[in-house]
């Protein structure tokens, strides 16, 4: 490190947000732009070089975090990206979006606060990108075989990217009419412009990857020829099965899933709506479901003009009272975290619950009630205990005009056609079933990501695509390959 002691002098910085206030008026990032190349070098000096890096090993990439901090604490921002590519395809995403386990697992926090990873990650890929280190890398020579990868999300993405530059000729499927998955349709604008994933897709292109839009594998495109068609096949087509609240008046209008939800607020940043048809604009809004989705959900209501928005958490409130910038959030969930939605939500200030930030914990929804029109009109709902058994005399009602239901996602889409084409098995949760070399039983057809893992993370889902990409590149050379293999199935 420049300062071998830095930590000894240097607080933990985050690279600030904007005023929550200032904001929710757009659908930028929430971040101050520009204002974390001014810190980061110093923050970047906080890593010890423990010599024992817990960071790398928690990450499922493997990221060389020691090295690249050295390398940022240097200002050699070229060697730090090269060092970051090494092992991560497309680390302004995880630099964004990444729950950061690294941070979880920085020595330095037995002590003091971590060392801003995920920050440090984000300015050397935003950096790389502005300095043109990121160049395309086309295959010296081609395989002459070629596989089709089904899902554009950030498994299939890193998959394509892996099996591109090893030489095989690559086609993308994705039934939506853009490419990026949960990326693109999912996760908000406020939490990863979409111009990072255009860049990626873009530079994509270059090296070879074709893409097929509007594509829906087992619907659009015939499962069994399009395995016949292609010497191997990724399947990462995500966990699209979103679970279901199965209580009286789940049927009324205005109880809708994240899933619908999300994808439409999407569009309008996209420019193909002009207004959501289900816009939060003076409407009365609860999330069922107390993780990153129904977060989601909140931060767009929010910018959509909700009258109020709560959301609602099974899980009793974590312990600690703390705030995430002091203790970062891997801690979650034993502590209390406060991310930008929740931020922003408490802002609103319209919260019909006590809690200042929106969220209700411990409570369970009983029912929906509705207008005379079929409309809902309030949830009613029953504080639990830990065993999730209701307290008695708990019963409150909500009003509720749009209930958005993030309850988790289970595994791919059984009814597609995809996986009774390919004949398919599956486990008993809903994901697909493959074994210890990505392999389903259909020979030549490999599985990852959320498809196969169940719903996680986007850093898993890059982590599953490297590892599927060496999988199938051994399957097709006879037994060897080049390729690395960060994580197992
Ligand atoms: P996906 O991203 O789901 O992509 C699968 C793609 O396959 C989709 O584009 C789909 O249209 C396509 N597809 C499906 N079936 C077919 C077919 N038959 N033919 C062709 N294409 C098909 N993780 C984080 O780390 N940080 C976060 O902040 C975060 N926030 C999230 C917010 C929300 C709202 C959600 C739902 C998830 C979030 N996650 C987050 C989880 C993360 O997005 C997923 O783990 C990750 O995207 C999984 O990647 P994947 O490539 O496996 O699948």
Redesign the pocket.
Known sequence: MADPKGFLTTPREEWPRRPAGERVRDWDEVYVPGALLPIVGRQADRCMDCGVPFCHEACPLGNLIPEWNDLVSRSDWRAASERLHATNNFPEFTGR???APCEAGCVLAINQPAVTIKNVECAIADTAWEEGFVPPLPPERLSGRAVAV???????LAAAQQLTRAGHTVAV????DRI????RY??PAF?MEKRHLERRVGQMRAEGTRFRTS????RDVDAAALRARYDAVVI?????AWRELTVPGRELAGVHQ??EY?PLANRVCEGDLERSPLSAAGRHVVVVGGG??GA?CLGTAVREGAASVTQLDIYARPGAERDERAEPWPTYPRLYRLSAAHEEARDLRSAPAADADARLFAASTLRFTGDERGHVRALHLVGVDTGRRPLPGSERSLPADLVLLALGFSG??RH?G?VDGLGLDMEPRGTITRDRGFATNVPGVFAA???ARG???????IAEGRAVAAAVDRHLSGGSTRLPAPVGP
Do not use: F, H, N
Request: net charge negative; proline share 6%.
């Open positions: 979006l990444c729950p089904i899902g554009s999300g950030p498994a299939g499927y994705e039934r939506d990026g998955g949960l990326l999912g996760i939490k594509a829906a594998v087992g990462a087509t995500g966990a699209t994240a899933m999300l990153d989705t989601d791919p889409d597609d995809l990501g959320d498809a719903q996680s993370l986007v850093v898993w889902a």
